[in-house]
């Protein structure tokens, strides 16, 4: 999809209709992942005052219905869920696990999308998402009511809301405004403001080892694409900060391996690297490894060099650990999984009914 290796000292900013160019001198952290302890992911549980909050989905309806969690947000009493099966949608339950509402409609109308790529929720309630087809972004009120729908200047993976405006990850493909930037950050009316780093040579667009995400936290916006070691922190207000770089030494990448990917996946058997989404805290980061092609989310102390490891998933399994929002790393279940651990009312309810959240604070 979408990859870069880039160092940052010092770092220049890309002008693309920009109020001003900006150079960072960049602090940039860099973490020898393989000198890590590695204890399992129940270490961390038995180790550490971790709450836990299981959410049994229950939808009564068909609109809320879905078969594959790709993007879990929790807001105040509300949780979204975008549905990466085939039927693309965006579903919402209450924090009690009951089924709420569809957000939108598929289809070809005015206001409906052919695809949902990413979605946001903002602090007031109003949702917003990505149609990557029509290359538009749709607003929905608190109530899932149709607010509007823009074209967007440029053609955009992933989306994080801000207080003024908005952060878009760009499409390494994109043709558009600021072609060739990863990051754009804009106003409501989708003005560019300031742009974020290059995508480079060692970019394979025509293949896709997983999604990424913006990844907020109450320390701000974490931002990672595969195959970059490099995750981009970002405040609040869409102002970039600085970086972490996972560094997994003699398992790194090599920057040709980044190129016609497709042809070397067997290689891979050698490399570890970040995947899916990274969200970074004081105290952790926490995310998944593609590590010898097989997903293994973790969670890792940065107070005791430690990295907390689930199972490792096979290669397009779906692993437990899916998400992070706020200060919630975000799990499910489903039948067929692994759920011994589980509270005895919860594998009850998976006997005969299909997902299970586990929200634990981890931050």
């Not at 005015?110 to 979605?119: G, S, T």
């Not at 290359?135 to 992933?158: H, I, Q």
Request: charged share 30%; hydrophobic share 35%; net charge negative.
């Amino acid at each position: 999809m979408n990859w870069k290796y880039m160092l940052l000292s010092p770092l220049f900013l890309l002008g693309c209709q920009t109020e001003k160019d900006t150079h960072v001198d960049s602090k940039e952290i860099t973490i020898h992942y393989q000198e890590a302890k590695v204890k399992s992911f129940e270490d961390l549980l038995r180790e550490k005052s971790i709450r836990e909050e299981y959410v049994l989905l229950r939808s009564e309806s068909s609109v809320t219905d879905f078969s594959l969690p790709k993007k879990v947000v929790v807001k105040s009493d509300r949780i979204f869920i975008l549905d990466g099966s085939r039927f693309v949608k965006l579903v919402v339950f209450s924090r009690e696990g009951k089924g709420l509402a569809q957000v939108g409609m598929h289809g070809q109308g005015p206001r409906e999308y052919l695809n949902i790529a990413d979605f946001d929720v903002a602090d007031d309630g109003k949702i917003y998402f990505i149609d990557g087809r029509l290359d538009k972004l749709f607003c929905f009120n608190e109530d899932f009511s149709f607010v509007y729908s823009k074209k967007l200047p440029f053609e955009a993976d992933v989306v994080k809301i801000l207080p003024s405006g908005f952060l878009f990850g760009l499409s390494s493909w994109n043709m558009g405004e600021c072609e060739g930037a990863k990051i754009v950050r804009t106003d409501w009316d989708l003005n560019v403001q300031e742009t974020f780093f290059e995508y480079d040579e060692y970019t394979d667009p025509s293949f896709w080892i997983s999604g990424y995400a913006f990844t907020r936290t109450k320390d701000g916006i974490s931002y990672n694409q595969t195959i970059d070691n490099h995750i981009y922190l970002f405040d609040f207000e869409g102002n970039y900060k600085s970086c972490v770089n996972m560094d997994f030494g003699s398992r790194n990448v090599p920057d040709e391996a980044k190129k016609k990917v497709e042809s070397k996946l067997n290689d891979y058997e050698e490399y570890d690297l970040l995947t899916n989404y990274v969200a970074v805290t004081d105290n952790y980061i926490i995310g998944a490894l593609w590590k010898s092609r097989k997903i293994v989310p973790f969670v890792y102390d940065r107070q005791t060099n430690t990295s907390y490891l689930c199972e490792e998933q096979g290669e397009y399994a779906r692993p437990a650990l899916i998400g992070y929002s706020d200060t919630l790393s975000i799990a499910y279940y489903e039948p067929g999984m692994d759920t011994n651990a589980l509270p005895d009312s919860v594998q009850a309810f998976l006997e005969k009914e299909d997902f299970v959240l586990c929200l634990r604070n981890i931050y």
